[in-house]
Structure formats: structure tokens, C-alpha cells
């Protein structure tokens, strides 16, 4: 996971996280992106994301041999 990518979930996981806590968004619909938040957040600080292995895909610029 390149190192923009880490920077758009951090930040995704912050506006969600932003919305929810003001009550703006709630309920079922809240819990559940709440819930993808912490996933962003934890594939984040560990550069990794099951997906993409799933698929082989990568959004890092360098390959890995």
C-alpha cells in the first residue's frame, strides 16, 4: 500500500469517524461505516489490505519481487 493511499483512508476514517460522534450520521447505516473506519484505520498502520492480496493487486509503486 503506497503511502498516498494510507493518507486517503486516514482521512476518510477521520470523516466518518467526525460524522458519526456529531450525530450527524447514526444508527445501523453509522455503525457499520464506523466499523469500516477502524478497518481503514488498522490496514493503514499496517500497510496492508487482504483485498488487494485476494486480487493481486497492488496501489504501491515499487514491486516487490
Known amino acids: 500500500m503506497g503511502s498516498a493511499e494510507r ?3 486516514m482521512v476518510i476514517a477521520a470523516v466518518i469517524a467526525l460524522l458519526f460522534f456529531t450525530n450527524i450520521m447514526s444508527g445501523t447505516i453509522g455503525i457499520i461505516l464506523l466499523i469500516a473506519a477502524a478497518i481503514f484505520v488498522a490496514t493503514s498502520f499496517i500497510s496492508f489490505c487482504p483485498i488487494y492480496k485476494i486480487f493481486g493487486a497492488s ?6 519481487e
Open 7 to 9: 493518507i486517503i483512508r
Open 59 to 64: 496501489a504501491c509503486s515499487i514491486q516487490e
